[in-house]
């Protein structure tokens, strides 16, 4: 069984950092490009970022770039989210997901297409 468990998640201040984690059990992320999506109340579920297997690609929503920071770490079979300078907008639920995929170079950024999804973790920022 295919286990996806983000961490990292919290309360903080306007301008904060915060550090996602999503450890992958029940396969390797070797074979997966791995996204980062977020959901806030009423509104639908948005990519913010997502990392090829190869780590050579990434691809970032406008309002993220130059503060969000995605990578990954396949030897812990775990993809991360470095989150800067956040910002009230930012406040949502955070997922992340595997993409199973032969592309090395793929980072997709839809969510059709993801194959396996974590539950979320709720990133709130206080203004």
């Known amino acids: 069984q295919v286990q996806l468990v983000e961490s990292g998640g919290g309360v903080v201040q306007a301008g904060d950092s915060l550090r996602l984690s999503c450890a992958v059990s029940?396969?390797?992320?070797?074979?997966?490009?791995m996204g980062w999506f977020r959901q806030a109340p009423g509104k639908e579920r948005e990519v913010v970022a997502a990392?090829?297997?190869?780590?050579?690609?990434?691809a970032y929503t406008d309002s993220v770039k130059g503060r969000f920071t995605i990578s990954r770490s396949n030897a812990k079979n775990t993809v991360y989210l470095q989150m800067n300078s956040l910002k009230p907008e930012d406040t949502a639920v955070y997922y992340c997901?595997?993409?199973?995929?032969?592309?090395?170079?793929?980072?997709?950024?839809?969510?059709?297409?993801?194959?396996?999804w974590g539950q979320g973790t709720q990133v709130t920022v206080a203004s």
């Open positions: 029940g396969r390797t992320i070797s074979n997966c490009a």
């Open positions: 997901a595997a993409y199973v995929t032969d592309s090395l170079q793929r980072a997709p950024t839809g969510a059709v297409g993801y194959d396996y």
């Open positions: 990392i090829s297997r190869s780590a050579i690609n990434t």
